[in-house]
């Protein structure tokens, strides 16, 4: 069923959206935590650190994935918003065509980067070759990665955010159940754990498009939907080759400070590897608050309802503030029982770095959660250069720190580096709205001046 934003409760809408796309963002950060959680129990420290030493890399194609996948699904929550049919399943056939295209050449030149990368990143020899294997293998299924989500991003922007939801509680089951076979009963170590993710994620991917083709007859795209004027390539790509490099460009920060974690042992990076998960999860709602401005926004836009944009933003803002305590809350009350979920028996010293990165990370997550809200309202009207450029501030920021405070406060600095990188992403981000929105203001009364001039006089 498709959801139409221009109208409505904005609260409600946020709620009844959201709800689903929080659940399904918490299924899939199970695909990473249960390959971490059985592979640091079982197969041991080593390999727990090597899966953490490959976080960075993961999320550098994942988070270029997942900006490009993103960024076509504007463009057609744009269309829907404007009742526009044709030009929803144009703006659909360009995306499907353009992700055939870039998930090929990702995937070539990722594979190619393996080693070079890893070698850069100054990964210990101890974990190197787990490291190699897990993230070779995860880069050959980036198809599985784009399927699905260029999928669920289409069906979100036609307002249906629970069918992802539920073909992910699928694949992640199937997740659970793959890791315990390949790694356990196959004693396949960290290549088990890549197989399994890339299998599941195929599968949800397979499921979302059957789903799509069935049930959407707006989706039952024929021969000449896929005759698409150049505009809606060039749109798509003016929207989401900034977002994809918005999210690189973090992940080049992320490698920068596992560069630097990486020179303090397997330990520290297990130890890291740990609550990075745990702060991954507990950012789900702030994720999850994303992609509903986004999808609200681009619905909003087509409709010319900036009034709604406006307001929606302002309950958002109420919402993630509350959402951001109270998972700070979480992460200095309960991190450490977190941790004990991916290291059996872990050290005092583990505890002690896993609940520093924390306690560090929560003073800072509003800000984190205006990162999200502010990023994907801008995205969602069209807006990509700012938001690309709040990626480079927060690499900057990431690079600064790497080579600077670890060296002068040890461990300490980078526990800080993700705070610093927030604050930098989320001024230019916040400044760059209400200019924005300021503008539409000005502009909106001069047309009503214009319009209506009996009524001004």
Known sequence: MTNDMT?????????????????GNIFQQL??????????????????????????????????????TSGFAVLVAQKFGAKDEKGVKKAVASNITLTIVLTVIITIVALLAVKPLLNMMNTPENIYEDARVYITLIYAGIITQTGYNMAAGILRALGDSKTPLYFLIVASILNVILDLIFIINFNMGVAGA????????????????IYSYKKFKILRLKKEDFKVEKEYYTTHLKIAIPMSMQFSVTAVGIIIIQSAINTFGSVVIASYTAASKVLQLVMQ?????????????GQ??????????????????????ITSLIAGVVLV??????VMLFIENPTPEIFDYAQQVLNYSAIFFIPLGFIFVYRNVLQGMGESFVPMMAGFFELAARATVAFTLPKVIGFTGICLSDPIAWISACVPLMLTYYIKMKKIDKKNKLNEEINNPAEVL
Request: glycine residues 10%; charged residues 10%; contains cysteine.
């Open 7 to 23: 109208k409505g409760n904005p609260l409600k809408i946020f709620i009844y959206f959201t709800i689903p796309l929080l659940i």
């Open 333 to 338: 009350t309960l991190g450490k029982y977190f």
């Open 31 to 68: 695909y990473s935590m249960v390959d971490t959680i059985i592979v640091g129990r079982f197969v041991g420290v080593n390999a727990l650190a090597a899966l953490g030493a490959c976080n960075s890399l993961f999320f550098l194609v994942n988070g270029l994935v997942l900006g490009l």
């Open 285 to 297: 709602p702030s994720t999850s608050f994303g992609v509903t401005v986004a999808t609200y926004a």
């Open 300 to 321: 909003n836009l087509g409709a010319g309802r900036f009034d709604r944009i406006k307001h929606g933003i302002k309950i958002m803002n109420i919402v993630s503030i």
């Open 194 to 209: 890549a197989y399994a993710t890339n299998i599941a994620q195929g599968v949800s991917a397979v499921l979302c498009f």
